[in-house]
Every structure is written in C-alpha cells, then in structure tokens.
C-alpha cells in the first residue's frame, strides 16, 4: 500500500501531466480554427476580386444613369447574400472550435474528478480519527468547482448560440436591405 504522500505525488504528476495534455489539445484545436478562418478569408477575397472585377466591367457597359443604377441594384443582392454566407460560416467555424474546447475541457475535467475523488476516498480509509469534516469540506470545494465549471460551459454555450443567431439574423436583415424593392 502506498503512503499518502507517495499518492498523492503520483495524483500530481497525473494531473500535471493531463493539463499538459489539455493544453496541447486546446492549443490543436486553436490552430485548426485560425487556419479555417485563414482558408475562408483566403478563398472570399478571391472571389471578391475576381467578381469586382466582373462588376465593374458591368457598370462601365451602362449606356446611361438608369442602367448604371439596375446594375448597381442587381449586384447588391448577391453581396449581401454573400456577406451573410460568410458570417454564418465564420460563425460555424468559432461554433466549431468552441465544441472541440468544452469536449476537450469535458473530458478532462471527468477525468480529474475521478482521479481526486478515488485519492479522497483512499485518504478518508487511512485519516486518522476526528478527520471527516475536513475530508467532508474537501469533496464539498470539489463538487462546488465541478458546478462552477459547469456554469461557465453552459455560458460560453449560450454565447456561441447567440453569436450565431445574431450573425444569421445580421446577414438576413443585410440581404433584404440589399433586395430592390419594386416602384409603386
């Protein structure tokens, strides 16, 4: 049987260990969505050039002030469609990598609990006598540090939701103040 003190260097080195891990695992994940961003801002900045270019051409062809504005009214749609297509991929990719935190941080808080709680449970057998309020307050911090994580995972669940919801209703409103409304 190990000695408390050889347990719990042995839990330390383990969590040490598993917050490396931790790190290393948010620090992929980071990279991963920095590197999609790159790739979407990449990829709508050359089709921007390529259709300003195209819009251009258009607007040069108008033969007189009333085509030049139904051109610039029929290009302004899809712009706006395409800013909002952008901001709800963008949205998508910080959803993303917000799932692939709190499934990392998740996965790593269970597995700390259980490796606390079993040394809990292995030091309350061998405390000594009159030791069981300390052990009792100890589980208590632990059980209010797992809910209070908790809390802050369900916060930053809600404000990626309302990140999105604001960028899908931004790029919806976008898109109808680009629509050509009919003359009456």
Do not use: C, W
Not at 35 to 50: H, P, W, Y
Not at 79 to 85: F, M, V
């Amino acid at each position: 049987m190990f000695s408390f003190h050889e347990q719990f260097a042995a839990a330390t080195k383990a969590h040490f260990e598993a917050q490396l891990a931790l790190l290393n695992t948010l620090t992929t994940k980071t990279f991963e969505g920095v590197e999609k961003v790159i790739e979407l801002n990449i990829n709508a900045t050359k089709a921007s050039l390529e259709e300003s270019g195209g819009a251009a051409k258009q607007l040069l062809s108008a033969k007189d002030p009333q085509e030049f504005l139904n051109i610039s009214a029929a290009q302004a749609k899809p712009g706006a469609e395409k800013a909002a297509a952008y901001g709800r991929h963008l949205a998508s990719i910080a959803s993303g990598t917000q799932a692939e935190y709190t499934r990392a941080a998740e996965a790593q808080l269970a597995e700390t609990s259980r490796r606390i709680n079993a040394l809990i449970e292995e030091v309350s057998k061998n405390a000594p006598a009159g030791s069981e309020n300390a052990i009792a307050i100890l589980k208590s911090v632990i059980s209010n540090a797992n809910a209070g994580y908790e809390q802050l995972t369900k916060n930053a669940k809600q404000a990626v939701e309302t990140l999105e919801a604001n960028l899908n209703n931004a790029g919806a409103q976008l898109t109808k103040a680009a629509t050509p409304r009919s003359k009456k």
